[in-house]
C-alpha cells in the first residue's frame, strides 16, 4: 500500500522569504502522481502545484515549485517570495495512475508567514 | 463551475442519532469522492463514485455508513447510530473522467459533525 508522510507539522517563514516542505512517499508502483493542496482556515482545499511521476522535469506555478526526487521518493514544495495570504495547511497527496484515483494524504504542515 | 458545494457544513447531533449529508459535485464531473478529516490528520478516503455506481469503499466506512449518488448527480453520505468517533470533517470531492488533462480533484467545503 502507498503511504505519505509528511514530517514537518509545523513550519513558520518571514513574508517575502523562501520556505520549502517536505513530503516523502512509499510506493511500488512506476506511474503515478503527485499533489500539493493548500488548506485555509475553515476554507475548502485547493490545489497548489500537479507533478505526473513519468516527467523529470520540476512542476513550478508562479511562486510555488516542486523538486520532484523519483527514485528518492521525495516531493517538496517550494514557496517563493511568501504571502500572508500563503498561511494555510499544506497537504501532499499521492494519486495512482490507474484505479480509482483515490487520493492518499500525508498529515499536513501548518504554513505560518510572519509579517 | 461553480465548485462542489456540501450541505449542511455543521451538524451536531447526539450519540445514536442518524445523519445525512449532501454533496453536490461539479456539474459535467462523474467522479464522485468521500473524505474523512480528522482533527490533526489529512483527509482519508471513504468511497468512490463513477456515475451512479459505488466502485470503491474503505475499510473506515463500517456498516453504520451508507453513501449514495442516485441518477449520477449529487450525492448523500448517511451515518447510522452516530458514535463520539465519527466526529470529523466529512469532505467530498469530484473530478473528470480519466484522461482528461485536468483531472485533478476538486473539493467542497465539508461538513464538521461533532457528536455530543
Known amino acids: 500500500a502507498q503511504t505519505v508522510t509528511q514530517s514537518q507539522p509545523e513550519m513558520s517563514v518571514q513574508e517575502a522569504e523562501t520556505v520549502t516542505l517536505s513530503c516523502t512517499y512509499d510506493t511500488s508502483e512506476s506511474d503515478y502522481y503527485l499533489f500539493w493542496y493548500k488548506q485555509p482556515p475553515s476554507r475548502q482545499m485547493i490545489l497548489v502545484i500537479r507533478?505526473?511521476?513519468?516527467?523529470?522535469q520540476n512542476a513550478t506555478e508562479n511562486r510555488f515549485s516542486v523538486n520532484f526526487q523519483k527514485a528518492a521518493k521525495s516531493f517538496s514544495l517550494k514557496i517563493s517570495d511568501s504571502q500572508l495570504g500563503d498561511a494555510a495547511m499544506y497537504f501532499c497527496a499521492y494519486r495512482s495512475a490507474s484505479g480509482t484515483y483515490k487520493y492518499i494524504f500525508g498529515t499536513g504542515t501548518r504554513l505560518k508567514v510572519l509579517a | 463551475d461553480t465548485g462542489v458545494s456540501q450541505d449542511p457544513r455543521h451538524k451536531i447531533t447526539k450519540r445514536g442519532q442518524n445523519v445525512t449529508f449532501r454533496c453536490d459535485p461539479i456539474?459535467?464531473?462523474?467522479?464522485l469522492y468521500w473524505y474523512r478529516q480528522t482533527l490533526g490528520q489529512g483527509p482519508e478516503f471513504l468511497t468512490y463514485?463513477?456515475?451512479?455506481?459505488?466502485?470503491?469503499k474503505s475499510r473506515l466506512l463500517s456498516d453504520r455508513f451508507s453513501a449514495e449518488r442516485p441518477k449520477g448527480s449529487f450525492s448523500t453520505l448517511e451515518i447510522q447510530r452516530t458514535e463520539q468517533g465519527d466526529s470529523a470533517m466529512y469532505l467530498c470531492?469530484?473530478?473528470?473522467?480519466?484522461?482528461?488533462?485536468?483531472?485533478?480533484?476538486?473539493f467542497g467545503p465539508g461538513t464538521r459533525l461533532t457528536v455530543l
Open positions: 463514485f463513477q456515475n451512479e455506481a459505488q466502485l470503491e
Open positions: 507533478q505526473e511521476a513519468y516527467k523529470q
Open positions: 456539474s459535467e464531473h462523474n467522479r
Open positions: 470531492a469530484s473530478s473528470r473522467e480519466a484522461g482528461w488533462a485536468t483531472n485533478e480533484q476538486f
